[in-house]
């Protein structure tokens, strides 16, 4: 057991996912083995569940912002420049990544999203895919106002009814 009372593993298993920011690849990297890669990924998730993981995970991340002196505001900041910059150089992919990125910063979305529904199976959809959706949506909202812009009618009218 480390200072932490984690085993070597699981110590190993936090500082990776410090390092890389992906749970599936820092526990693939500490308890290598011949596993499919949804089993690393259930392993992976159930292990940041366990409390003294968690609570490593934490006191590492703390201290790397100290040590950066990186604050979520700052980020958040930084984020808002960056969707500001996207909307004004009419690139809606980059403008929705700055504001899923702010989302997830403040924990309002994760990696994955639970959908629920009656008479329906379970649906997970990555954040790449929830991205991918959305900017779909965007980008076809944008066909459709550039669309009744060019036949001379009023957009906004049209969206009205």
Not at 54 to 60: G, K, Q, S, V, Y
Not at 120 to 147: G, N
């Amino acid at each position: 057991m480390t200072i932490h009372n984690l085993t070597p593993k699981q110590e190993q298993f936090c500082q990776k996912y410090i390092e890389s920011g992906n749970v599936s690849e820092a526990y693939r990297q500490a308890y290598a083995g011949n596993m499919k890669s949804e089993t690393i990924h259930r392993n992976a998730c159930a292990l940041l569940e366990n409390s003294k993981v968690a609570t490593r995970i934490a006191d590492l991340q703390a201290g790397h912002r100290q040590h950066h002196d990186v604050t979520i505001d700052l980020i958040t900041a930084e984020l808002d420049e960056a969707r500001q910059l996207a909307l004004r150089l009419e690139n809606p992919a980059a403008a929705v990544s700055a504001i899923i990125g702010k989302a997830k910063l403040h924990g309002l979305i994760s990696n994955k999203i639970e959908v629920k529904a009656e008479r329906m199976p379970k649906e997970e959809i990555t954040l790449h895919e929830v991205a991918r959706r959305i900017i779909s949506k965007l980008m076809e909202v944008q066909m459709e106002a550039k669309e009744h812009s060019n036949n001379g009618s009023n957009f906004s009218a049209s969206m009205m009814n």
